[in-house]
């Protein structure tokens, strides 16, 4: 099975949430998180600078996603509440079928499910419509929030590579966790076979 280069039909809609492309709107609420030292705590580089987020955001609002390489990045906002919650990004990785799952939210939407659901509707995105075989998130082990988010995800952890990354001064074990497109179906039919 080859990856699909569709066109995305964008905007994604669940129960609680739209993921849809950033606007020049969402700059201040972007920047409001993204210059937090706990937002970038278990991000490879520090507290962004509003210049750094002018960057981020326009190149989230014309990504394309043609290629290895590339990336999706949503904007999640609430269905009834217009207004940036965070973002869900997934990444085409080198190899026949694989991608990269990540997530992050404003202090203000984090411990109320937004993450997993969008998470969840990007999955299914990479499973179900672009036809991903393979995705993971790699996190920093001390990010046990987005841990125990993978396995609500049904991902299951791979690996545990001790001081694999130095980044802002220290050491830090990465772990990965990674769902099978298989094991995505799996679930599904499972969940709907409950509902």
Known sequence: ???QNLPLRLPLR?????????EAGDLDAFHAYHSLPETARFLPREAKSYTQSMESVGKYANFVFEKEGDWICLAIEAADAPGLLGE???KWLPGCGQAE??????????????AAEAASEVLRLGFEELGFHRINA???ALNTASAALCERLGMRLESTQVDKWHYKGQWATEVVYALLAEEWQ??????????
């Not at 669940?14 to 950033?22: A, E, G, H, Q």
């Not at 799996?186 to 509902?195: A, I, L, P, Q």
């Open 186 to 195: 799996g679930r599904r039919r499972t969940t709907d076979s409950t509902v």
């Open 1 to 3: 099975m080859t990856v």
């Open 88 to 90: 869900v990004v997934l």
């Open 138 to 140: 790699k996190l920093d």
């Open 14 to 22: 669940t129960d609680r949430l739209v993921l849809r492309r950033f």
């Open 101 to 114: 799952i990540g997530w992050s939210l404003a202090p203000e939407a984090r411990g109320k499910g937004y």
